[in-house]
T-cell receptor, first 112, second 112 residues
Framework: DAGITQSPRYKITETGRQVTLMCHQT?????MFWYRQDLGHGLRLIYY???????DKGEVPDGYVVSRSKTENFPLTLESATRSQTSVYFC???????????FGPGTRLTVL | GEDVEQSLFLSVREGDSSVINCTYT??????LYWYKQEPGAGLQLLTY?????DMKQDQRLTVLLNKKDKHLSLRIADTQTGDSAIYFC????????????FGKGTKLSVKP
């Protein structure tokens, strides 16, 4: 089905390990975003991308790396996971940034 | 800076109208959005309104925008138990990022 998918849906890892969260969209949207959702903080932007090979930092980028070699994929990597990165991560995409963003189902990440 | 405020909880009876309120600070916001999040799911775009509009209606949903007071509301007519969820107000950030600034969400509980 067309849409935006994330994998894995659930992940448990240990402090210090590298983790990559995948995001794939089939709409050929130019913009893609990564947010994290935490109790008391709502959703906060980690990184975004306006097009393939163009990425930039959001509000909380420290400890994360992104890449966008293809329009449809926008992986998020935690280079050395910390407990503070335990969160629910949402990927979103948008055609123009004006008519709203469409969200994936989320990845629940636990760092032990 | 940009900020979006919402009350955290709202409880209504089935069949009543629900009104969820939101205030924002960025007067240059061009688009404002309402999202719905059900437990364990991603955010679903419900509706959006352009800043030059006062009202937008879409079936049971009515969005009212008071740009002078920077106040946005979402009215759900004939609220059903299936409307129980967290509702997020969001504004489009003023920069070129295209990202959204979210409120912390209002948890709507619908009692039968």
């Amino acid at each position: 089905d067309a849409g935006i998918t994330q994998s894995p849906r659930y992940k448990i890892t240990e402090t210090g390990r590298q983790v990559t969260l995948m995001c794939h969209q089939t709409w050929s949207h130019s913009y893609m975003f990564w947010y994290r959702q935490d109790l008391g903080h709502g959703l906060r932007l980690i990184y975004y991308s306006a097009a393939a090979d163009i990425t930039d930092k959001g509000e909380v980028p420290d400890g994360y790396v992104v890449s966008r070699s293809k329009t449809e994929n926008f992986p998020l990597t935690l280079e050395s996971a910390t407990r503070s990165q335990t969160s629910v991560y949402f990927c979103a995409s948008s055609e123009t940034g004006n008519k709203g963003q469409f969200f994936g189902p989320g990845t629940r990440l636990t760092v032990l | 800076g940009e900020d979006v405020e919402q009350s955290l909880f709202l409880s209504v009876r089935e069949g009543d109208s629900s009104v969820i309120n939101c205030t924002y600070t960025d007067s240059s916001s061009t688009y404002l959005y309402w999202y719905k999040q059900e437990p364990g799911a991603g955010l679903q775009l419900l509706t959006y309104i352009f800043s030059n509009m006062d009202m937008k209606q879409d079936q049971r949903l009515t969005v009212l925008l008071n740009k002078k007071d920077k106040h946005l509301s979402l009215r759900i007519a004939d609220t059903q138990t299936g409307d129980s969820a967290i509702y997020f107000c969001a504004e489009k950030g003023g920069g070129s990022q295209g990202n959204l600034i979210f409120g912390k969400g209002t948890k709507l509980s619908v009692k039968p």
